[in-house]
């Protein structure tokens, strides 16, 4: 069976992330399962400039071929008759990113209010890995205790924080940056960001 992968993207700032981890799945033989909140399309219309369907988003932005085996598919958000509704259903991981602050306090409160928020506490309740892409600044004192209880509830926080240390010389080294880190967590194999080597590798101590 090829892995299967869940994304949620949602109205938040920084769909590219979403576009960028969806593209980089589809370089495997990867079932990846897509859901755009809304809201989550109108920032893409906006951010992007485009109001085309997902796959052609990525396919336009991100041009190549797919790996023979990928599979896309896209789940309407206000459904819950779709695959990912289920705990059932098994797949491998579920990111949502970016993850707006709304779509935060649902999740943390258990409040399935469309389909993402029902994937995502799918994944909390069989104990499957969550990571969660929140794109906000500053941060609320709700905010924060939202995501806390979200991360003891098991899922992974990871802002999209680029690394500054690797030098990017572009927006896109600097999501790339992010993506990788999401695919790190997802224990997929990525190019976007190599391992970290110390210096003093092959030196003696000082």
């Known amino acids: 069976m090829p892995k299967r992968i869940v994304i949620g993207i949602c109205g938040a700032s920084g769909v590219i992330y979403g576009i960028r981890l969806i593209r980089e799945l589809l370089n495997h033989p990867i079932e990846a399962h897509v859901i755009v909140s809304d809201a ?18 990525v396919q336009r932005l991100y041009p190549g071929d797919w790996h023979p085996d990928a599979v896309f598919q896209e789940h309407p958000v206000s459904s819950f008759f779709e695959a990912p509704a289920s705990g059932s259903f098994r797949h491998d991981g579920m990111v949502i990113a970016p993850c707006s602050m709304k779509t935060a306090a ?36 709700i905010h924060l205790q939202n995501l806390l209880r979200l991360a003891e509830a098991g899922a992974v926080i990871l802002p999209p924080a680029p690394g500054f240390y690797r030098h990017p010389e572009t927006v896109g080294d600097m999501i790339d940056f992010v993506v990788g880190r999401i695919l790190d967590q997802l224990h997929l194999p990525q190019t976007l960001v190599q391992e970290w080597a110390s210096e003093t590798v092959g030196t003696s101590a000082i």
Request: aromatic share 2%; hydrophobic share 45%.
């Open 106 to 141: 649902a999740v943390a409160c258990g409040y399935a209010e469309n389909l993402i928020h029902r994937a995502a506490d799918i994944c909390l309740k069989e104990h499957r890995k969550l990571v969660l892409v929140p794109r906000e600044t500053p941060l609320s004192l």
């Open 40 to 57: 989550g399309r109108q920032v893409m219309a906006h951010e992007l400039k485009t109001g085309a369907p997902v796959a052609e988003i």
